[in-house]
């Protein structure tokens, strides 16, 4: 018998953040064949001797350079030994059940993709970013004029179990087979959107992506806003990347999406200036 579970979790920078991260997983995979596997992407602080001292179990692979989300992960899940893949940001904390009530779940369930499960944020409270729709250019030109409801699943609620589009990077349970079928997180992202491509890569697999609310898991950091404007620009570029990928469309229509793109991300960077200069009048 083989590893039933690898947990990759990709670090860069947040070594207070990793080292509960991961005390909460080492408790979470006591009963069961797993492993865990940092990939650290350049830190400049304390991280990799934080792992090395405080957790030598757990296999460290440290990238020369940021590569970015896709990629660092990419490397882990080459290392990755188990049956199932575990993507975890190193911003969150997982329940002691997490991993049992979900593995259960999972091996119940044919033609399985992505299980996803309830995301709260350092408050309590719940994130919307747990379950998703997916961003079709209406959906995402509404979410960047500030109408996100149908960005986001609302119509599943937050303690639900149902087959979802779209699950969130920072926790993401699948096979190691599905993920390699569909080439694992596309390099062409580099931060924001490959979650999203990648989900959307499983459905069109023929797999079915699921949430799962019976468990929850703390992510303390949650989605920027797009009133961040760094956040904003991200997205907006993985949108266009995930359109031209995925949405095939006649030229009218591209130049349609990016004109949208460009004028949201335009119109909120001057409100942001506006602001800025009410505050210094």
Avoid: W
Wanted: hydrophobic share 40%; charged share 25%.
């Amino acid at each position: 018998m083989g590893l039933k579970l690898s947990v990759v979790i990709l670090n860069y920078n947040v070594r207070y953040f990793l080292e509960l991260c991961l005390k909460s997983v080492e408790s979470a995979i006591e009963t069961i064949d797993a492993e865990i596997i940092v990939v650290d992407n350049n830190s400049k602080d304390d991280s990799c001797n934080m792992v090395k001292q405080l957790f030598p179990s757990v296999k460290l692979i440290e990238n020369k350079t940021n590569s970015g989300f896709s990629k660092g992960n990419n490397i882990g899940v080459a290392q990755a030994k188990g049956e199932y893949l575990c993507i975890l940001n190193p911003d969150t904390v997982v329940a002691e059940d997490t991993f049992t009530q979900l593995l259960d779940c999972v091996d119940a369930k044919d033609n399985l993709g992505i299980t996803g499960c309830q995301l709260i944020d350092g408050k309590g409270e719940f994130l919307p970013e747990s379950k998703r729709n997916i961003p079709t250019p209406k959906v995402s030109l509404k979410k960047m004029m500030g109408n996100a409801e149908d960005y986001y699943a609302n119509h599943i609620g937050a303690d639900a179990t149902a087959k979802v589009d779209i699950l969130v990077g920072a926790f993401m349970l699948m096979k190691k087979s599905v993920y390699d079928q569909v080439g694992g997180f596309d390099e062409d992202y580099f931060m924001y959107g490959e979650d999203i491509d990648l989900s959307y890569k499983v459905l069109k697999a023929g797999y079915h992506n699921f949430y799962f609310g019976n468990t929850s898991v703390l992510h303390f950091k949650g989605e920027s806003t797009l009133r961040d404007a760094k956040y904003a620009k991200r997205f907006y570029g993985a949108m266009q990347i995930f359109y031209k990928k995925h949405f095939k469309q006649n030229l009218v229509f591209n130049t349609l999406v990016y004109l949208g793109i460009k004028g949201a991300y335009l119109t909120r960077k001057t409100h942001k200036a506006q602001q800025l200069s009410l505050i210094h009048i």
